[in-house]
């Protein structure tokens, strides 16, 4: 979750796993006693499996410009995180531990059901046979483990899924948003749903932006809504966030669920449209900042703080815009930057995503109410059309309300304004860090598909 939310963000983030460094060297199916601390053989191969991730991942810091690496790996004693330490310490990496404890043996059978038997420990192996495994290994671990007191080191302790949490020494602007981000997740089992507004007037028209009113099949979809959300989740409770938009709103009015409407989840704004941003930003879509608008990139760094109150909350129900409902999804689904402008998102369709350990269970649900198709899909890249105007001098804004590829990943991020809040109706010398886990748009005749 952590590498996802901050690759999400434009952080280049990569997991270094020594449990697949000690399969590929030692095989998988282990039993239980290859971790007895006792078995010196089994101690000098998992030192092998850890000396080559860390090799790794120190190349991969150099090699590819890397900003965070989670080194995925129990960590338990003194010993492994001083040796952590000197190791990354040599590289002006810095380091930041985090360190998940759990007393609750009901929460601890359940990650062993839900997480450890479709581990590739396992695979092939009878689950109760399994489990009984891997409770003897949390054995052979809990006889030499040491949770961390040095207060040198930087950490954050979870107590019982995020009940407490302990923060030690956390400096900069990385450090701090992983925490913030740590502290906001829980594990209760819960629902997302993804719904854009009905088709608007202007979708019908074919006209981009603006605060339009549902058209009449947009209508009857707000109608179909509450059944068939109520079919699906049941008698559980759920919140329907909506945008400050009329075409949303309306989209969630029949709905009896509590409301909040997020100026953050206003459509992305495309400033003043110009014939020539069409070609320029097919070159890259993601990155392309409208002239005294925004990009794909601008609209992700301010739906942060939607993403936080979304890992907070339970059940949700997103009634949003094309542009944002992608980028939302994206997160959840891990797409890439390159394609995330591309991503479907029909209108009269419900998108329900269930969050897993490693990811999500997606179903869709098409209302079977007809509604123009606004995906444009992914076109090959031309020459930009600006250079010709360039040729021509043709004047343009001033640089920072233009229509420019912004693609500096660590660019200052600008702070969260108040108003996209909802209303009721790791850094080092090197820029370098190692997580160690234990506005309205023109009324333009265009067309949504713009977006």
């Known amino acids: 979750k952590v590498r996802r939310y901050l690759t999400w963000l434009g952080i280049n983030t990569k997991v ?12 998988a199916n282990l039993p239980h006693t290859f971790f007895d601390p006792h078995n010196s053989t089994g101690e000098q191969q998992r030192r092998e499996a850890a000396a080559a991730a860390l090799e790794d991942m120190i190349r991969w810091f150099n090699d590819d410009q890397g900003i965070v690496a989670i080194y995925d790996a129990t960590n338990s004693t003194r010993d492994r995180r001083r040796w952590l330490c000197k190791e990354l310490g040599k590289h002006d990496i810095q380091v930041l531990f985090i360190e998940s404890i759990c007393q609750d043996e009901a929460l601890v059978l359940a990650n062993i059901k839900d997480v450890k038997l479709s581990s590739p420990d396992y695979v092939n192996v009878d689950p109760d046979d399994a489990a009984i495994d891997f409770k003897a290994r949390i054995e052979h671990y809990k006889e030499q483990y040491e949770t961390i007191t040095e207060q040198e080191l930087t950490y954050i302790k979870l107590i019982n899924v995020g009940s407490q949490n302990i923060i030690n020494m956390i400096q900069g602007y990385l450090e701090s948003r992983i925490v913030y981000y740590l502290m906001n997740l829980h594990i209760a089992p819960r629902k997302i749903y993804f719904s854009r507004h009905g088709e608007s007037e202007y979708n019908l028209s074919g006209k981009l932006g603006g605060d339009s009113n549902l058209s009449s099949r947009g209508r009857l979809y707000a109608s179909k809504l509450p059944d068939l959300i109520k079919t ?3 008698d559980q409770n759920l919140t329907v966030w909506t945008s400050t938009m009329k075409r949303t709103i309306e ?17 992305l704004d495309a400033g003043e449209i110009y014939p020539e941003d069409f070609a320029n930003r097919d070159a890259d879509k993601f990155n392309y900042r409208y002239r005294g608008g925004e990009s794909y990139g601008d609209v992700v760094l301010r739906l942060e703080p939607v993403i936080m109150e979304l890992e907070r909350h339970e059940n949700i129900l997103i009634i949003g815009h094309q542009a944002i409902l992608r980028c939302i999804y994206a997160y959840f689904m891990n797409y890439s930057h390159e394609d995330l402008p591309y991503i479907k998102i029909p209108l009269h369709t419900v998108i329900e995503l269930t969050p897993k350990a490693y990811g999500c269970e997606e179903k869709r649900f098409k209302v079977d109410i007809e509604a123009v198709d606004t995906h444009r899909p992914k076109t090959k890249r031309s020459t930009s059309v600006r250079k010709i105007h360039d040729a021509q001098k043709l004047k ?3 640089v920072g309300a233009s229509g420019e590829i912004v693609k500096d990943p660590m660019s200052p991020i ?24 234990e506005t309205e748009m023109s009324n333009l005749n265009l067309g949504e598909s713009a977006i």
């Open 16 to 27: 270094f796993n020594v449990g697949d460094y000690r399969r590929k060297l030692h095989g």
């Open 232 to 234: 699906n989740l049941g």
């Open 251 to 267: 989209t969630g009015e029949q709905l009896d669920y509590p409301k909040l409407q997020w100026k953050a989840l206003d459509e």
């Open 396 to 398: 343009l804004p001033a």
């Open 414 to 437: 600008i702070p969260i304004s108040p108003q996209l809040f909802p209303k009721s109706s790791i850094s080092t010398k090197r820029d370098t860090s190692a997580l160690v886990v």
